[in-house]
């Protein structure tokens, strides 16, 4: 199974809406959150339609509608999404409504809203798109889960063009929640400076990135999708080990051929230990690279790593902004990511150069 | 493609009983597990819900676990179904290798509505809670108590949740990612979705009608079910039930929450379906349809099967007279029923229609028939327009 | 309130229950059909006007041909709360 990866929308913390790759200066805040740099929705969706959506709906439909202006044209056979947490904002606001008006008179839209295909339904609504239409709800490998159907769809010729995408929005509420869990870093630190030391807690973030996977390459391809694993249990470095080399392996193919590991490292030692293990085994030759300094931890973290890594092929370079190791003289055509979330829910994206 | 996909097991926990047995049962004996709610505490008592009459503690002693404070009852009834399936398939020794696709749609909420404001002051003495409020944990619960750790995922959209797991599963297999999968879907009943539906004024005042002229609403019910899936390949000499031998996921990209009148999104749903299946819309014996029972769907899916079948529309009913709508459970539990349909050779009738519905020609069958049973279409409809068609063959 | 004051309260209620964020009271005409043309309103913000009706004025309707016809404009609605007393 593969797929090309031919066009990208993607809304993160970092300037990255206007289609450029860290061109603009790193954001570099000690704000503790990573909240999204936005475009003016109202120029690339519809106002009446705007003004029921909450914020993660907004940023669903602005990066898959960037993603699909950046295609030019190309009207995809599929919308699958991957989102953690879908639209809670929505969610709770129904929810606490019930209470607040004693199950009488409640409005239906926070509860139409509250449904976790709304983004993926909604870009079918705006776009016509009657095709294929689903959504994956599973923590840190939402996204995961979206890649491995649509490559499915392409390697079944159900689908020629998939629109696939991972969303997640940071609300306060759920901050509040994950903080019971010590999920945040108490100390206030900037973002770039997240690796260093030995803390426990991350910076919580937020995205959606969007991608348009054809069976076809064109002169606009970025990258090449070639497969994906997921696996959910508490692991050692050895069992992870295992699902990587199984995964290189039914590709024909050795760590040694992984030019760039890209892992889903937080700052968090309570968790961060298994990247810093897997460090250890990987070849001397291969160069290694964080992102969540630049995006946050959110459930779909690893839809911003693909994005990073498509740029990454496309480009034969790779920002400093971003390195952790590189060799010298290294060329990058294969780049493996890893992430987990809270070391139970794991996933592997493999990606070449076209 | 070439590889098939047998179910070889299903497991089933719903208003009208715990296990295939009693559900088969009440279904043959019209008997409908929709009434006056009792466990679920809400000021909107007067509407009727499908409920599953057993509490927390005693669906975990069901599920042979001993109940933690983590436990929601999507999990727990999730877990009953999901072990029903397993044992029935005889699968267990190969479940380390299995995957999972489970489907909900609101979670552990029947926890959230007693813990979310607590969870959200910060100040929650509950934090072992926190992790059993999202879409993915009743799943991956499932999942660890099997034994299952890879290809495991969940899928959330809306009312056709457990009929995408279906699907998706199915084509797992079929992609040789994995030679078995267990597949469904569980939703509790909650305060969110009663007020939910409520709120858009959906919810039947006397329980639902599916395909009456006089129907007034859904009836929210409760329930989970969850299918062993095998390629052909791997099945040896176990018995199998059914084959899944067709499917179509389409987006009506009509409406948020309703279907369009003329139901042009349900025929291209089905006869997407036909086609992946090579049969005949005369091949079809049986239809269980999505029959909600509020006025929109059940006109259009009424008009689309006028459509697609023509004069000749096969025996067809909705079972959520019996169910109520459970929501993400509903493709699930509506698999299970349509495999029944096939093993035992039965149509099960359409309960609570007094009144022909005008708009549509054929009738839903109401008496319960004794009639050879090969090929059964299934249909889920979900907000956002999510159409999935499932489509079981005897082998 | 006189029923011109009544229909510029409705019409920051409106905005602000349905969320439109461009409309100013001054674009709405209170004599312009509420759904399809004028506002272009659907059936969900029909539920959220009634709704509107019943939180702020504590009018409650049942039958869908009355709501129809209560929802036909804005001065229609604020013709219904007058006739009520419930201004």
């Known amino acids: 199974m593969q797929a090309y990866i031919n066009s990208t929308g993607i809304i993160s913390p970092q300037q990255t809406y206007d289609g450029t790759f860290f061109a603009a200066p790193i954001v570099n805040t000690d704000s503790m959150i990573l909240n999204a740099m936005e475009p003016v929705y109202k120029e690339i969706i519809n106002p009446v339609l705007l003004r029921r959506m909450s914020h993660v709906i907004k940023m669903g439909l602005g990066a898959s509608n960037l993603c699909l202006k950046a295609a030019e044209g190309i009207r995809p056979d599929a919308v699958v999404v991957g989102t953690g947490l879908a639209c809670l904002y929505d969610l709770e606001k129904f929810l606490l409504s019930i209470d607040d008006y004693h199950e009488k008179m409640l409005s239906p839209i926070p509860f139409i809203n509250s449904s976790h295909n709304t983004v993926s339904s909604q870009i079918a609504i705006m776009n016509k798109l009657t095709g294929y239409n689903i959504t994956y709800c599973h923590r840190a490998i939402s996204f995961e889960s979206a890649l491995m159907d649509s490559l499915m769809l392409i390697a079944e010729n159900k689908a020629d063009n998939v629109l696939a995408g991972g969303i997640d929005e940071f609300l306060h509420n759920y901050y509040t929640i994950f903080n019971l869990l010590s999920y945040w870093r108490k100390e206030t630190i900037s973002n770039l400076s997240l690796f260093e030391g030995s803390h426990p807690g991350s910076i919580p973030g937020e995205g959606a990135a969007f991608f348009l996977l054809g069976k076809e390459k064109n002169e606009k391809t970025l990258a090449k999708l070639t497969d994906v694993q997921t696996f959910v249990t508490k692991c050692d470095v050895s069992y992870l080990k295992n699902e990587i080399d199984n995964l290189l392996q039914r590709n024909g193919l050795e760590r040694k051929d992984v030019d760039l590991f890209l892992l889903g490292r937080n700052g968090d030692n309570q968790h961060d230990g298994i990247y810093l293990d897997l460090e250890k085994i990987l070849p001397e030759t291969s160069c290694v690279a964080y992102f969540k300094h630049l995006c946050g931890e959110y459930m779909t973290a690893s839809s911003f790593a693909t994005w990073v890594a498509a740029n990454i092929l496309k480009t034969e370079n790779i920002p400093d902004c971003l390195i952790k190791k590189a060799p010298a003289q290294s060329q990058i055509k294969r780049i493996l990511i890893y992430n987990h979330y809270l070391e139970k829910e794991h996933g592997l994206i493999l990606l070449e150069a076209k | 493609m070439a590889r098939r996909v047998f179910i070889t097991g299903f497991g089933i926990i719903s208003a009208i009983g715990n296990g295939v047995e009693e559900n088969f049962k009440s279904l043959t004996e019209k008997r409908s597990g929709i009434g006056k709610v009792s466990l679920l505490e809400t000021s909107l008592s007067n509407y009727p819900v499908g409920e599953i009459k057993a509490d927390s503690e005693t669906l975990a002693k069901m599920g042979g676990i001993e109940l933690s404070t983590i436990d929601s009852r999507t999990f727990l009834i999730g877990l009953i179904a999901a072990k029903e399936a397993v044992q029935m398939s005889g699968c267990e020794e190969y479940l380390s290798s299995m995957g999972l696709v489970g489907s909900n749609t609101v979670g552990g909420m029947d926890l959230n509505d007693r813990y979310y404001r607590e969870l959200i002051s910060g100040n929650g003495t509950n934090k072992d809670k926190v992790i059993s409020f999202d879409c993915a944990d009743a799943g991956e619960r499932i999942a660890n108590h099997l034994g299952i750790t890879r290809n495991i995922t969940t899928i959330s959209t809306a009312c056709s949740s457990s009929a995408n797991a279906i699907m998706n599963g199915t084509r797992m297999i079929k992609n040789g990612i994995a030679d078995r999968m267990l597949v469904g879907g569980m939703d509790a009943l909650s305060r969110f979705s009663i007020n939910g539906f409520n709120s858009l004024e959906i919810l039947s005042q006397t329980g639902c009608k599916p395909f009456d002229k006089n129907r007034d609403g859904i009836t929210a019910g409760e329930g989970a079910a969850f299918l062993v899936l095998e390629a052909e390949d791997v099945v040896g000499s176990r018995k199998i039930y059914g084959e899944v031998s067709g499917y179509a996921n389409r987006n009506e990209a009509f409406h948020a929450t309703a279907s369009s009148p003329d139901g042009e999104g349900a025929v291209q749903t089905m006869e997407k379906a036909l086609a992946s299946s090579y049969l005949q819309p005369s091949d079809i014996d049986y239809i269980n349809a999505h029959g909600t029972g509020t006025l929109v769907n059940d006109i259009s899916e009424g008009r689309a099967l006028d459509k697609v079948f023509g004069d000749n529309v096969p025996l067809f009913s909705s079972t959520k007279g019996y169910t109520g709508h459970t929501f993400a459970a509903a493709g699930a539990i509506e698999a299970v029923f349509s495999l029944l349909a096939i093993d035992r050779g039965v149509v099960f009738p359409n309960i609570a229609l007094n009144n022909k519905l005008e708009e549509m020609n054929a009738n839903p069958t109401t008496e319960l028939c004794q009639h050879p049973v090969r090929n059964v279409l299934s249909n889920s409809f979900g907000f956002g327009g999510s159409n999935t068609t499932l489509i079981f063959s005897k082998i | ?87």
Not at chain 3, 29 to 53: N, R
Not at chain 3, 54 to 71: A, G, Q, S, T, W
């Open chain 3, 1 to 87: 309130m006189s029923e011109e004051e009544l229909i510029e309260q409705l019409k920051t209620q409106i905005i602000e229950a349905l969320s439109l964020e461009d409309i100013t009271p001054a674009d709405i005409d209170p004599d312009a059909p509420l759904f399809v043309e004028g506002l272009g309103l659907d059936s969900i913000d029909a539920i959220e006007l009634m709704l509107l009706l019943e939180r702020n004025y504590n009018i409650h309707i049942d039958d869908p041909k009355k709501r129809r016809e209560v929802l036909t404009s804005v001065r229609t609605m604020a013709q219904l709360i007058q006739s009520q007393g419930k201004e």
